[in-house]
């Protein structure tokens, strides 16, 4: 059997080259890690027809089908086309719903649980991954992005390219408070300790307060209640063997308009700064090479941040590399 | 004799009504849940139909109309005590009979404990106007049946609103100039029947085994579970326990007011004597103390249950603890006690 | 409408210090109370505390205030021509009518001998009221002692019994806990002797079943409750054990009473 494959293509739609030979594996994006379960049929008849019937769950909340034959890669991309529909009725633009994902290089955007089921959860962040989704596939960049509901990031956002974390205002009514201090305790104990007792009254020190909306969720009488959302932007964090390393906050207090924005704009400047020559490159290597300032001039392009949002001036990058010689090459 | 009006002629009358009244009535304020794109069901100011939320139950419950969580009773400049001013405005409160029976608990409380008429609760409580809501099918924590609260006759207007079909009667003539429409036949309505029965125990039963009922291992299990977070206390409509607190204003340190804020038998702090003792320390003895209150001892004193059965402790508490399983739990104790 | 928070102002006639952290604060007043009533006394922006009226005559009345708070520690910085705010009497007091012509038995643990302290001294001006009068008193060590003056005083009519739980190189006197001398005490008749019992929580209940042991009657033993309140006047709730407002039927009680308040 001759088997003359384009790896580019195939992993351009996909698939991936395996350890072994002709054998692929499709990886199903899941938008916001939310999937309409009748797209289960699907994913198990591919498996269990074209595969060894198993389906492997990816970090990046999406469905990896191993042991395909390279050979039925246009049989399963037809199979599949359901769920590229599905996308594509979300707003996603794709052209050709029977050939497969177009494209592989922006990572499923992944988010927590969200407010749709959990409590601390500050937004939608199934809707917002989807939103996001909508704007920046297809594309062959290699970009990852996570959102999550509060700071407690379960998501890990901190990890990723770009990491959207949710923000409230706590806004307090003194005259509703009781003194329980149960959102003072509890900011102590498991927050920054934002909070203060004087007076029979709490005072929240807004330097300290990470905007989580704890202390909203503590209040026995409302006395703290949610004022408007708001995002926090954390940017160029990473694993990989290079230098590995947490996303430092960029923006905090943007509203959903500028995150969207920023995220397009991101494209832009991955594409005016890219290096050509090389095969791929990650867009915080491109930030490392030209610099943050260069960055943010890109990305804050036709921004309107909302006038509470606070940017960054530098970004004291950390994160650990194991031979102290790749910094100078 | 009812009226019956469209939303328009009610929208009129409330506006009529608002010269001298000031109006409450459940209302729902977006966005204001605890949880993120929830709402928050709580009394509130309205000025029209559209206002007033009837399809759920309000999470915090109309006492804070006469009895708000922060009342100042002295402002102080240098060394004189000056009574806060009030509005010479009336007050309607549009609630279900629950709720209405409710304002009677608390006036037990406040006019008949002791010696003394509270003067603050009563300068607000004497400017209320029942407007009561017919409530036929309740919620499905309700239980006013049980505790004796499901009626209410002692209403100013009642009303009945199916849909944006408004039937109202005016039992006090005072308010008849501002009610105009069709004259129908109208009998107000009560729930006879709540999805919850719950047996209260007999008090006196409970009096001849006092420490029987008080020893009982059936609070223990609170002292694990409950949190003491207080959120069923402040959402009850017949809790009543403040604090007094002194401050001095920041800006002028020679000024200051003497306030009274809602307290909490279940919050840490509620007993704290002068020289760090206190007493109840354990979750499941504020459990019993908060329970006996609402079913035994407030009974033995007034003659009627403190409970109106809303069901908001039930609602609003996080560890799912059911005060009205307790109370069958109290209940049970109490007559297998007795059979001992 | 009558404003039933509303304090009056009282001048600090003048301020006697019992040991570094109790003063005795005497204020121009004409209340006359019943023994073991309290007040409520303020200073206003500081805030407002109950504390147990320790005497009184018809020109003024004494409070006996130790240092443990906020309001206390405020109190205590304030001298004689400055006012406090009082509000009261309130609560009831000792039925010192049903004591007349019995034995009297007085225990009294630390701070709790202000709130009896009056009685002492109604019957050391009038002995005739009572049978006998027998006086126990317990302080945690020497320098806690408090009214030695007036200790000294009664000793000269009454027996008294000064006790201390742990003495130091000085103390010469008796040492240990009320109850270790309750067993020993001379009681004639129980049935004709009315015992009062005030302190700490754990003295009071220890001592009261001390007093049983010698065969007094439950209905002969009163006591006194301390519990945090805001209002004095059955609203707050604070002092609430179960059916009972210690403002309201307290801070004195029957023990037949008393025994039932279950915390």
């Known amino acids: ?329 | 004799m009812g009226i019956e009006l469209d939303v328009k002629s009610f929208d009129n009358a409330l506006k009529i009504l608002s010269k001298k009244y000031k109006i409450f009535a459940p209302v729902r304020l977006k966005g204001k849940g605890s949880f993120s794109d929830t709402d928050l069901v709580t009394y509130g100011e309205i000025s029209s139909y559209k206002d007033i939320e009837l399809s759920e139950k309000s999470r915090y419950s109309p006492k804070e109309v006469i009895y708000p969580i922060t009342q100042t009773l002295f402002y102080f400049t240098e060394d004189e005590y000056k009574e806060p001013e009030i509005d010479d405005k009336g007050i309607i409160v549009f609630l279900r009979p629950c709720d209405a029976n409710s304002y009677l608990k608390l006036d037990n409380i406040f006019l008949k404990n002791g010696p003394y008429e509270d003067n603050y609760y009563k300068r607000l409580r004497d400017k209320v106007k029942f407007f009561v809501i017919e409530c036929t099918k309740g919620f499905s924590t309700c239980f006013c049946v049980s505790t004796g609260s499901n009626k209410f006759l002692d209403y100013d207007v009642f009303f009945r609103f199916d849909n944006d079909k408004i039937t109202c009667d005016v039992k006090n003539d005072e308010f008849s100039y501002a009610f105009s429409g069709k004259e129908v036949e109208f009998t107000p309505e009560f729930i006879e029947k709540n999805e919850i029965e719950v047996k209260l125990p007999d008090i006196d039963k409970i009096s001849q085994n006092l420490e029987y009922v008080f020893n009982h291992e059936l609070w223990d299990e609170y002292t694990k579970r409950c949190i003491a977070c207080g959120r069923c206390t402040v959402s009850c409509p017949t809790c009543s326990c403040f604090s007094m607190q002194d401050i001095f204003y920041k800006d002028n340190p020679k000024c200051g007011e003497r306030r009274r804020v809602w307290a909490s038998c279940m919050v840490d702090g509620f007993t704290d004597v002068a020289g760090g003792h206190s007493y109840r320390q354990k979750y499941g003895e504020r459990m019993r103390f908060k329970v006996m209150h609402k079913i035994y001892d407030y009974k033995k004193r007034f003659g009627t249950t403190m409970c109106v059965g809303c069901g908001r402790c039930d609602d609003v508490c996080p560890e799912y603890i059911s005060f009205i399983k307790i109370v069958s739990k109290v209940t049970d104790a109490v007559d297998r006690g007795e059979s001992k | 409408m009558t404003n039933v928070y509303m304090p009056r102002k009282a001048e600090i006639v003048s301020i006697i210090p019992q040991t570094d952290i109790d003063y005795t604060f005497r204020l121009k007043s004409d209340i006359l109370p019943q023994h073991g009533q309290f007040l409520q006394v303020s200073i206003p922006k500081i805030g407002e505390a109950p504390i147990s009226i320790s005497d009184y005559t018809d020109e003024y009345i004494e409070l006996t205030i130790r240092k443990v708070g906020t309001v206390t520690d405020a109190i205590h910085e304030l001298k004689p021509g400055d006012f406090l705010f009082i509000r009261g009497p309130y609560g009831h007091g000792f039925p010192v009518e049903d004591f007349k012509n019995k034995n009297v038995v007085i225990a009294a643990g630390g701070t709790g001998l202000a709130p009896v302290k009056s009685i002492i001294n109604r019957y050391n001006r009038n002995p005739k009221e009572i049978k006998n009068l027998n006086i126990l008193v317990g302080f945690k060590s020497p320098k806690d002692i408090l009214f030695e003056d007036e200790i000294k005083k009664w000793k000269e009519k009454f027996d008294v019994l000064l006790t201390v739980d742990n003495g130091d190189e000085t103390w010469t006197g008796n040492t240990g806990l009320i109850t270790k001398f309750i067993p020993d005490l001379k009681i004639e008749n129980p049935d004709d002797t009315i015992v009062i019992v005030v302190g700490p929580p754990m003295m009071m209940k220890f001592t009261c079943l001390e007093f049983l042991k010698r065969g007094i009657p439950e209905k002969n033993i009163w006591v006194s409750f301390e519990r945090k309140m805001s209002c004095s006047i059955g609203k707050c709730g604070h002092c609430k054990i179960n059916e009972t407002y210690v403002c309201l039927e307290g801070p004195v009680f029957n023990y037949t009473k008393s025994k039932q308040l279950l915390d």
């Open chain 1, 1 to 329: 059997m001759i088997l003359d494959i384009d790896t580019k293509l195939l992993k351009k739609n996909a698939y991936r080259v395996t350890k072994q030979r002709g054998i692929t594996a499709l990886r199903i994006r899941v938008p916001g890690g939310h999937l309409n379960i009748k797209y289960f049929d699907i994913i198990k008849e591919v498996a269990e027809k074209y595969g060894n019937g198993t389906v492997h769950i990816t970090t990046r909340q999406g469905f990896e089908i191993p042991g395909i034959s390279m050979e039925k890669i246009d049989e399963i991309n037809e199979l599949i086309s359901p769920i590229i529909r599905g996308l594509k009725d979300e707003g996603v633009q794709i052209e050709d719903e029977e050939g497969g994902y177009p494209a592989a290089g922006t990572r499923n955007v992944s988010a927590c649980i969200g407010n749709r089921v959990c409590p601390f959860a500050n937004y939608d962040t199934t809707a917002l991954a989807l939103k996001i989704e909508k704007l920046i596939y297809p594309n062959d960049y290699h970009v990852k992005i996570a959102v999550t509901g509060c700071p407690n990031d379960c998501i890990k956002a901190h990890m990723q390219d770009i990491g959207i974390i949710g923000q409230v205002e706590p806004i307090y009514d003194p005259s509703r408070c009781i003194g329980c201090q149960a959102c003072v305790k509890n900011c102590k104990r498991r927050v920054t300790g934002a909070l203060t007792f004087e007076n029979f009254k709490v005072v929240r020190d807004p330097n300290r307060c990470i905007s989580c909306g704890e202390c909203i969720l503590k209040c026995p009488t409302s006395a703290w209640t949610r004022g408007e959302k708001y995002y926090r932007i954390v940017i160029m964090g990473r694993t990989g063997k290079k230098n590995p390393r947490l996303a430092q906050t960029f923006i905090e207090w943007a509203d959903e308009e500028s995150v969207l924005k920023i995220i397009k704009n991101m494209y832009d400047f991955i594409d005016k700064y890219i290096d050509k020559t090389l095969d791929k490159e990650h867009v915080g290597y491109i930030v490392d090479r030209e610099g943050f300032k260069k960055f943010k001039e890109e990305v804050l392009k036709d921004v309107k941040l909302p006038k509470k949002a606070k940017v960054a001036n530098h970004i004291d990058y950390t994160g650990y590399r194991y031979e102290r010689n790749t910094i100078y090459d």
